[in-house]
């Protein structure tokens, strides 16, 4: 699912996000678009835990169950906030304004532990505009 594309202000992607065993090696949700890189945030799945990008750990055992994802990006004040179920998981600044930023969620194969069959499943996707 693609939302629409932005420049600035603070936009938000919500959504009930699944992922069943087996799934490894995968980005979940990202804003793509950054004047460094291609994406501004991955969050990715790699044996159950939710990574940024392939680094810091934002959440274990996710497989096989519904979890509501938060992701904000205030373009203007540079800064990702994550909310997994209500609570925040992580924060950092983003990687540049970037011109026609868009939140992405599905399944794109990352570089690391990858499985040879990925899914995800989505639910009540919302986007907002503050």
Same mark, same amino acid.
Request: overall charge neutral; aromatic content about 14%.
């Given at each position: 699912?693609?939302?629409?594309?932005?420049?600035?202000?603070?936009?938000?992607?919500?959504?009930?996000?699944?992922?069943?065993?087996?799934?490894?090696?995968?980005?979940?949700?990202?804003?793509?678009?950054?004047?460094?890189?291609?994406?501004?945030?991955?969050?990715?799945?790699?044996? +159950? /835990?939710?990574? #940024?990008?392939?680094?810091?750990?934002? %959440?274990?055992?996710?497989?096989?169950?519904?979890?509501?994802?938060?992701?904000?990006?205030?373009?203007?004040?540079?800064?990702?906030?994550?909310?997994?179920?209500?609570?925040?998981?992580?924060?950092?600044?983003?990687?540049?304004? +970037? /011109?026609?930023? #868009?939140?992405?969620?599905?399944?794109? %194969?990352?570089?690391?532990?990858?499985?040879?069959?990925?899914?995800?499943?989505?639910?009540?996707?919302?986007?907002?505009?503050?």
């Amino acid at each position: 699912m693609q939302g629409l594309d932005y420049s600035s202000g603070v936009w938000q992607f919500e959504s009930c996000g699944f992922v069943p065993n087996g799934t490894s090696g995968a980005c979940i949700v990202h804003i793509h678009g950054a004047s460094h890189g291609a994406t501004t945030f991955m969050l990715t799945i790699n044996y +159950g /835990d939710l990574r #940024y990008y392939s680094g810091q750990l934002v %959440a274990t055992d996710m497989y096989d169950k519904w979890f509501r994802v938060n992701l904000i990006h205030d373009v203007d004040g540079e800064k990702v906030t994550l909310f997994i179920d209500g609570v925040q998981k992580f924060e950092t600044k983003d990687r540049g304004p +970037g /011109d026609d930023l #868009y939140f992405k969620c599905g399944v794109y %194969a990352a570089r690391k532990n990858i499985s040879y069959s990925m899914e995800s499943r989505w639910k009540d996707i919302k986007i907002y505009k503050k």
